[in-house]
């Protein structure tokens, strides 16, 4: 009976573990995407790149703020990603959905901030 038990109790842990491991991994986000943005009721589009590569998160920025590349970070299914300018440093975070967009906050330098939804293009 001992051995049934261990037997049981090894395979929920293995199935645990699994599990675990599963919901740790970064979706990955490596595409063209199309940025739908409100900042305070104005709304604008950008083309975003994104390259992912575990944890790390690289692309370009084609918008209202012009063009850049920038660098960002991957933790699940939660992006992070900063365009350095000028005037300040812009933020966009954001969560991969069930349905394929991704949806998140936007930081203008701590002076407004807005929502976006993105979707692949590409």
């Known amino acids: 009976m001992t051995g049934q038990i261990f037997k049981i109790f090894t395979r929920f842990i293995a199935a645990a573990a699994l599990l675990l491991g599963a919901q740790l991994a970064s979706a990955d986000v490596t595409g063209k995407w199309a940025f739908s943005v409100d900042v305070m009721g104005q709304t604008g589009v950008a083309q975003v790149t994104l390259q992912q590569d575990d944890t790390k998160l690289s692309g370009h920025y084609s ?60």
Do not use: C, H, P
């Open 63 to 122: 918008g209202q703020l012009g063009e850049t590349d920038f660098d960002g970070s991957a933790n699940g299914n939660d992006i992070e990603f900063v365009l350095i300018g000028g005037q300040g440093n812009v933020t966009y975070k954001g969560t991969l959905q069930d349905d394929g967009t991704i949806k998140g906050t936007v930081d203008l330098a701590g002076m407004a901030g807005g929502t976006f939804t993105a979707r692949k293009s590409g």
